[in-house]
């Protein structure tokens, strides 16, 4: 099967997506971490005021088949926090690169992600695996 990885996205090898506009990252997991899990039935995310580290745990995700740490590609506060799939889990899966964001959080320190993959290096890293 092959997966959808917007160019517009840096992606990490645990399968979290940033898309950093201005010193705000929307952070979420890719279509192939949605495929791998298989039904999302529960989120846990931080509040809003909460601090993230980039490569630490920010919450889970679990589905049917596991329960997987989601981590962080920035180090930040959550600004905003997508209520409506804590509310909905599935919607992680109908979009996840739209409406299955998870959170957005000012960044402290924008290099953070010049060491995330570019969608061609995510994609031959799954699609290879």
């Known amino acids: ?3 959808e990885y917007p160019s517009d996205l840096k992606y990490l090898d645990t ?3 940033v898309r950093l506009e201005g010193e705000i990252a929307t952070i979420g997991i ?3 971490a949605v495929d791998q899990l298989g039904d999302v039935v529960f989120l846990e995310l931080p509040e809003v005021g909460d ?3 980039k490569g630490e745990s920010f919450g889970n995700i679990e589905s049917v088949k596991a329960v997987e740490d989601l981590k962080s ?6 600004i905003e926090r997508n209520d409506t799939i804590i509310d909905s889990p599935e919607q992680v899966a109908e979009d996840p690169y739209g409406e299955g964001w998870m959170l957005k959080v000012r960044v402290n320190h924008l290099g953070e ?3 995330a993959m570019t969608a061609v290096e995510y ?3 799954v699609e290879g695996s």
Not at 73 to 78: A, E
């Open 1 to 3: 099967m092959t997966f």
């Open 15 to 17: 399968h979290e997506y």
């Open 30 to 32: 890719t279509a192939f």
């Open 51 to 53: 601090a993230v580290t």
């Open 73 to 78: 590609p920035v180090t930040g506060t959550v």
């Open 113 to 115: 992600i010049d060491d």
């Open 123 to 125: 994609s031959a890293q």
